[in-house]
């Protein structure tokens, strides 16, 4: 008998909820074993549920306040037993769903595609594969330049740094927090902007913007 897909929902839209969940109900290879509306409800799934996927929009509220469920899947993804990531979302900006794949999600799916997209990104990041969703390719696609697909993932500390940098400090500030060198820190953004894709300050601020950090 084949395994299934143990999926966990995350979104904080009942109706995405609702839908999302009728999908997988009606892929018989595939089990929903939880829904959560936030990240501090999906944490508490997680630490009570044996999960393999997790399906989940990037602009829920947070655990800390604010809609940074981005921080809370890099973090999750960065863990040893971690489950693989589906996100689902309506962004199509290639940069956004470029640092998405850099944190290392599995897939993204549009919320506009249908729903066999769904199905079949949660097999792929069940079997270790990338998959973007048609409106997602089609915008990585159309980038002025080439993307790579997981070329380079943040380090902790350039993860420390952009987020510091996107809610507003110098770097010199940051510097003087994190107890670093200003040629050290800057080195770190201009690091972490390129695994993202950003060119531009405006590139790293709309980034920041559209993934619930700024």
């Known amino acids: 008998m084949r395994q299934k897909i143990r999926v966990i929902i995350a979104d904080d839209h009942d109706c995405v909820r609702v ?14 074993v939880g829904e959560a509306a936030d990240t501090h409800g999906l944490a508490e799934l997680l630490d009570a549920c ?10 829920m509220p947070g655990i800390h306040g604010g809609s940074n469920a981005v921080s809370f899947l890099r973090r999750l993804l960065r ?49 270790g594969r990338v998959y973007l969703s048609q409106h ?3 915008a990585m696609e159309a980038a002025d330049t080439p993307l790579q697909l997981r070329a380079g993932m943040l380090s902790a500390r350039e993860w420390e740094v952009f987020q510091l940098y996107v809610q507003g400090l110098a770097v010199h500030e940051i510097a003087v927090r994190l107890q670093r060198s200003g040629k050290t820190i ?25 993934i619930g950090l700024a």
Do not use: W
């Open 19 to 32: 839908g999302v969940k009728r999908v997988l109900q009606a892929a018989p290879h595939i089990e929903c």
């Open 50 to 59: 044996a999960c393999d996927v997790v399906v989940s929009d990037i602009n």
């Open 186 to 210: 800057s080195t770190q953004k201009r690091s972490a902007m390129r695994k993202l894709g950003l060119e531009t300050e405006a590139d790293l601020i709309g980034y920041a913007r559209q």
């Open 79 to 127: 863990g040893q037993s971690r489950p693989c990531v589906v996100v689902l979302t309506m962004i199509c900006h290639a940069h956004m769903l470029s640092g998405l794949l850099h944190i290392g999600v599995g897939g993204i799916v549009d919320k506009r595609e249908t729903v066999t997209a769904l199905i079949d990104a949660i097999e792929a990041a069940f079997a």
């Open 136 to 138: 997602a390719r089609v």
